[in-house]
């Protein structure tokens, strides 16, 4: 044990732990917010639903912004300023009453997730040998999935007791986190790796981004995939209730498998796949993300979609921690923060996903819907394949930027 704890910098254990406790905080608060909207305000059901939807709007396009800060000014400020607004957000939903006052409270939650996530992912490259991040990565992605398997049942017992009292507990969970990070930042000094160098502008960055086919076919095979992966959350609990009898109860098991099935096998299986190409992991990936989706199409019994639903989060232990690692290799160093930033622009597949997905189910049917998501996923691997060659052909190639 003492052996592995050696093996990672401090920070990274502390980034992890922290991960489970924030994260199974936020899964605490989060998707009880509709409901304690609809509880406590007369707030109209269009208007619950444009404040939940603010959040990943703006998260979607603050991760280039926190990124780019975070390359530029170092991980440190912009972590550690982030953390604590995040948690005076968390207060502020358990002492408002005021429509607008929910909307900037969740915008602002949106843009602290963006800005800290990309820079919490940069400073563990930064700390991290090459060799072993994307055990670090698959590391990071267990802790999400354990915060998000106990998160929900600690929230739905405390909205039994007390609405408020779950913001309040998440919100002090993030400032502990915050001050923990701060002695621990303070301790060890993390270097800046733009430090004695000049550092692009933000319109200098954009323009890297723009210029690299790699990153592009990579966001492009990501949006694919997250359009895929969003039809778990809205459409897949809705063709349950239209082919089996008890498809809540069912959709609730195939939530609790994914989440263990994460816990107990990330960890083996990045192992097993640390010494392949990182395109070859990502590329299983999506062929497992693939046959899962065909399977929830073909199959209308329990076996046969809890099997399909274990493919699924096994191409999801493969693809989604090596999609990190593969930004971190074709990220320059001066602008990792700002390329793990641009990484969020993947989330527009699940932002317009359940749109998609919601057209489908009311003109065909849920058999239709998921042999068609199951082919908008299979043609990620065709972006994922020439982003990897455009990058493997070119290694040094990157346009050179005036600053």
Same mark, same amino acid.
């Given at each position: 044990m003492r052996k592995i704890v050696q093996e990672y910098h401090p920070i990274v254990w502390t980034l992890l732990a922290g991960t489970v406790f924030a994260r199974g905080a936020s899964f605490a608060a989060m998707p009880f917010l509709a409901l304690y909207l609809s509880k406590t305000t007369d707030i109209s059901p269009i208007l619950i639903g444009i404040t939940i939807g603010i959040?990943?709007?703006t998260g979607t396009v603050g991760g280039f912004v926190g990124g780019h800060l975070s390359d530029r000014y170092g991980r440190k400020i912009v972590m550690l300023s982030t953390i604590f607004v995040w948690a005076s957000v968390f207060i502020g939903f358990a002492l408002s009453s005021h429509v607008i006052a929910f909307m900037l409270l969740n915008a602002l939650n949106g843009l602290c997730r963006s800005f800290f996530e990309p820079t919490s992912q940069a400073l563990m490259s930064d700390v991290t040998p090459k060799? *072993? *991040?994307l055990k670090v990565f698959a590391m990071r992605y267990t802790a999400i999935n354990i915060g998000a398997a106990v998160g929900p049942l600690l929230g739905a017992y405390l909205a039994l007791v007390s609405a408020n009292l779950t913001f309040i507990i998440t919100g002090s969970l993030y400032f502990v986190y915050g001050l923990v990070l701060l002695l621990l930042l303070n301790k060890y000094e993390t270097k800046n790796v733009n430090e004695g160098k000049a550092v692009v502008t933000i319109k200098a960055a954009f323009t890297v981004i723009r210029k690299d086919v790699s990153l592009r076919y990579f966001l492009l095979g990501g949006i694919l995939v997250n359009i895929g992966y969003s039809q778990i959350e809205s459409s897949l609990p809705q063709h349950l209730e239209s082919i &089996?009898?008890?498809g809540v109860i069912l959709y609730s098991v195939l939530l609790s &498998?994914?989440?263990v099935t994460v816990v107990i096998l990330q960890i083996p299986l990045s192992k097993w796949v640390e010494k392949w190409k990182i395109m070859h992991v990502m590329m299983l990936g999506a062929i497992l993300f693939t046959a899962g989706f065909f399977g929830f199409a073909l199959f209308t019994n329990w076996t046969g979609l809890i099997v399909a639903m274990i493919v699924i989060t096994i191409g999801e232990i493969f693809l989604f921690p090596s999609g990190s690692v593969f930004i971190d290799r074709i990220a320059?160093?001066?602008?990792r923060g700002t390329y793990f930033g641009a990484a969020?622009?993947? /989330? &527009?597949?699940? /932002?317009t996903g359940p749109i998609f997905g919601g057209w489908v189910l009311s003109q065909f049917n849920g058999h239709v819907l998921f042999l068609i998501i199951g082919c908008v996923v299979a043609s990620s691997i065709v972006f994922y394949h020439y982003g990897n060659a455009r990058y493997e052909k070119s290694l040094i190639e990157r346009p050179v930027v005036s600053v």
């Open positions: 959040g990943p709007l060799d *072993r *991040r &089996i009898l008890d &498998i994914n989440a320059p160093e001066e602008l969020q622009l993947r /989330s &527009i597949g699940h /932002s």
